[in-house]
Nanobody, 122 residues
Framework: VQVVESGGGLVQSGGSLTLSCVAS????????MGWYRQVPGKERALVAH???????NYADSVKGRFTISRDNTKYTAHLQMNSLKPEDTAIYYC?????????????????WGQGTQVTVSS
């Protein structure tokens, strides 16, 4: 399974960006999809997550500014980021949770994308 992110870039404080993530490959069941971010010297942290049924979860720091969505038919997830702040600067990674059938049993796996840089200037 391959996960590819796009949409990062440089934006001024207060601006908006939309990140996209698409998964491809051998997926028998698509489960949760999440966006995480990482800055140098810190651990990767959850930004937003959306379950297979559409339930969403956000980091407190982005609530009310970011919106995660998904299209199950296209194996894609989007992160709409509004009112961006310099502290949102990070590499953003998409994580896709999925299941594959092995000998009539579903095995849960996950895969990360390569990351996309988001830089917010003050």
């Amino acid at each position: 399974v391959q996960v590819v992110e796009s949409g990062g870039g440089l934006v001024q404080s207060g601006g908006s960006l939309t990140l996209s993530c698409v998964a491809s490959g051998n997926i028998d069941r698509l489960n949760g999809m999440g966006w995480y971010r990482q800055v140098p010297g810190k651990e990767r942290a959850l930004v937003a997550h959306i379950g297979s049924g559409g339930t969403t979860n956000y980091a407190d720091s982005v609530k009310g500014r970011f919106t995660i969505s998904r299209d199950n038919t296209k194996y894609t997830a989007h992160l709409q980021m509004n009112s961006l702040k310099p502290e949102d600067t990070a590499i953003y990674y998409c994580n896709v949770e999925f299941s594959i059938a092995i000998i009539e049993r579903l095995v849960d796996l996950s895969e990360w994308g390569q990351g996309t840089q988001v830089t917010v200037s003050s």
